[in-house]
């Protein structure tokens, strides 16, 4: 007897005799047979779903890169599994891990440098392979790409400096050099500006202009020029130096010449203090040559009238004075000549007409004599004044032969030299 494809219920055959009510009863039991069964009808469960075991599934496989299927979840990061998934809580212990790696890692103290390849930045104090011992302490940023080359940046806590430093594939590390700023940093060590048309310019910091151009020129020159505020470009040459003998020329001149101008006029300087009395030499400082130009022995010097300035007396039996005084002057005077005339009122005889010496200690003055003890005078009356001198002038009565004084006293000024 045949049985239909799905239910395996049975058919009746052409050849057969029917019968109808077997044939019904066989087909009720059939039926009821495949009710509540796998691969039969299926019967809700009290809960209105279909029992599992009325269901004809398979097992469900494991999912892989090739295949769809069950997939486990884990929490773990390090798995290197291919066939399970991560959760939530894992991408955020990624993430925080991730945020954590961006803020400095400290190193343990001996830790050597050269072992410091995976890409981060490290907190460093106290390491093998400084770049420069007294900085040590201070931040590694390392950066790290294959095959092995890494790149290493120190900077010093203390000190502000900046440091670099490579690795090549073959583990060699280049030696450490300080990194150059262009806002307060420092330049250790050699930097080459190659070519005729390369330039270093330093810009002038108010923005007004491009500042300076340092250029190595063609013709074995390296200039120093005046740059041009919008293109840089050289501006004219203020100062260049020759690459063959290393003198620095400018416009209309060179160092050498110059120092040996210095040295001749030095020396022609020393010769002049020399011919003055004076002790110096080519060698010496300017400072030693002002020196012994302060100390030469001649002084400054001053002159000047009184205009015939006069005095007269009133008694024949006295003598007469006069005072005078001489302002204005750059200096002191220490030591001061007159030249003077006594005679009597009638300008008749000339009894004294000579110059005479006042010194500022009044210890060397020279008084002037004439016929018969006739005399003019300083006695102690000179003084020094900030820019001058006073003095007084007196002389004797008048002694005229056998005694006679009938005449009275007359003194005229004239001249006057001053000495410091």
Same mark, same amino acid.
């Given at each position: ?19 109808? %009510? ?7 039991? +059939?039926?009821?047979?495949? =009710? ?23 097992? %469900? ?63 460093? =104090? ?109 501006? *004219? ?24 101008? =210095? ?26 040559? +002002? ?12 002159? *000047? ?65 004439? !016929? ?15 820019? *001058? ?27 006057? !030299?001053?000495?410091?």
């Amino acid at each position: 007897m045949a049985n239909t494809d799905k239910l395996s219920l049975p058919l009746i055959e052409s050849n057969m005799t029917a019968d109808v %009510p077997r044939d019904m009863n066989a087909l009720a039991e +059939a039926v009821d047979a495949r =009710v509540g069964v796998a691969g039969g009808l299926a019967v809700l469960g009290a809960d209105g779903k279909v029992p599992a075991d009325q269901l004809n599934v398979k097992d %469900p496989v494991d999912a892989s890169l090739t295949q769809k299927g069950i997939v486990q979840l884990s929490n773990a990061i390090s798995d290197t599994s291919q066939i399970k998934a991560v959760t939530p809580y894992a991408l955020k212990t990624v993430y925080d891990l991730a945020v954590a790696g961006m803020r400095l890692r400290n190193i343990n103290n001996g830790t050597n440098l050269d072992t410091l390849t995976q890409t981060g930045l490290y907190r460093i =104090v106290d390491k093998v392979n400084f770049p420069n011992s007294p900085d040590s302490y201070g931040v590694l940023q390392v950066n790290a790409d294959t095959p092995g080359y890494v790149t290493q940046d120190f900077i010093a806590i203390l000190s502000a400096k900046r440091y670099t430093r490579a690795r090549t594939e073959t583990g060699t590390w280049t030696t450490w050099k300080e990194a150059f700023t262009t806002d307060g940093g420092y330049i250790n060590g050699d930097v080459t500006i190659t070519g005729p048309e390369k330039a270093l310019i330093l810009k002038n910091p108010n923005g007004s202009a491009t500042g300076i151009r340092l250029q190595a020129g063609g013709d074995g020159r390296f200039y120093i020029q005046k740059a041009n505020a919008a293109t840089g470009a050289g501006d *004219g040459n203020l100062v260049w130096i020759n690459g063959t003998d290393g003198n620095l020329y400018w416009p209309g001149g060179d160092l050498n010449s110059l120092k040996q101008s =210095v040295v001749d006029g030095k020396s022609a300087v020393a010769s002049a203090i020399n011919g003055k009395g004076g002790s110096a030499s080519g060698s010496n400082t300017f400072a030693e040559l +002002a020196a012994a130009i302060t100390n030469l022995p001649v002084k400054r010097f001053a002159s *000047g009238t009184f205009n015939g300035q006069t005095a007269s007396g009133t008694n024949p039996n006295d003598g007469v004075s006069i005072n005078l005084a001489v302002n204005g002057l750059a200096f002191s005077p220490s030591r001061v000549f007159i030249r003077a005339r006594f005679s009597d009122t009638a300008d008749f005889t000339r009894q004294v007409d000579a110059i005479v010496m006042a010194d500022s200690t009044n210890a060397n003055n020279i008084i002037a004599y004439g !016929w018969r003890g006739n005399y003019i005078s300083f006695g102690d009356f000179f003084r020094q004044v900030t820019g *001058g001198f006073t003095l007084a002038l007196r002389t004797s009565k008048i002694d005229q032969y056998a005694g006679s004084s009938s005449d009275l006293p007359k003194i005229m000024v004239y001249q006057w !030299w001053a000495y410091e």
